[in-house]
């Protein structure tokens, strides 16, 4: 594999269209890991602490095509209730994720978008395991470092 440096990487910036959220046959079924007691017709709206970095107002919204992705969504969110996945979907065009792309890693390899519009609940995934004690530590202490560091989640 080659190396890249900064100047040899470009930052791609793929929005994709919104589905119809009436239209039940999908390409992609989206999931959003959360603690947040939702219920079907919900929407996930912008505007709610984040749960990373100073936990300020979040100015987009996440969600992910990949049930891993939102499993450490629901394992790492702020709160105390319980984990949660849910299966939503777009109401306004999303994009990558710049923090799980190329800003940070190659390509989108955890299907990771974002958007600045709501996400309508379609229903919750019960059955899901979660990752081992010792895969969380790493994961939380990880987030930590970079706290302590002040790098924050990418907002622009």
């Known amino acids: 594999m080659p190396l890249l440096n900064k100047q040899s990487m470009k930052t791609i910036k793929t929005v994709h269209e919104p589905m119809d959220p009436d239209n039940e046959i999908s390409s992609e ?3 959003h890991g959360t603690k947040a007691n939702l219920k079907t017709g919900d929407l996930i709206e912008i505007g709610f602490h984040s749960n990373y970095g ?15 992705a939102a499993i450490w969504g629901a394992e790492l969110a702020a709160g105390e ?11 306004g ?4 994720d710049p923090n799980l792309t190329d800003k940070k890693f190659p ?4 299907k990771s978008y974002r ?3 709501p996400f ?21 202490d990880h987030l930590e470092q970079l706290k302590q560091l002040g790098i924050e989640a990418i907002e622009d």
């Open 54 to 68: 100073k936990e300020k107002k979040a100015k987009y919204i996440y969600l992910t095509a990949t049930l891993d």
């Open 120 to 140: 309508k609940v379609t229903g919750e995934i019960k059955e899901w395991q979660g990752h081992s004690a010792e895969q969380l530590k790493i994961m939380k």
């Open 29 to 31: 079924t989206y999931y």
């Open 115 to 117: 958007s600045l519009h």
């Open 93 to 96: 065009p999303i994009e990558d």
């Open 81 to 91: 209730g319980r984990e949660r996945i849910y299966t939503v979907v777009p109401t």
């Open 107 to 110: 390509g989108n390899p955890t």
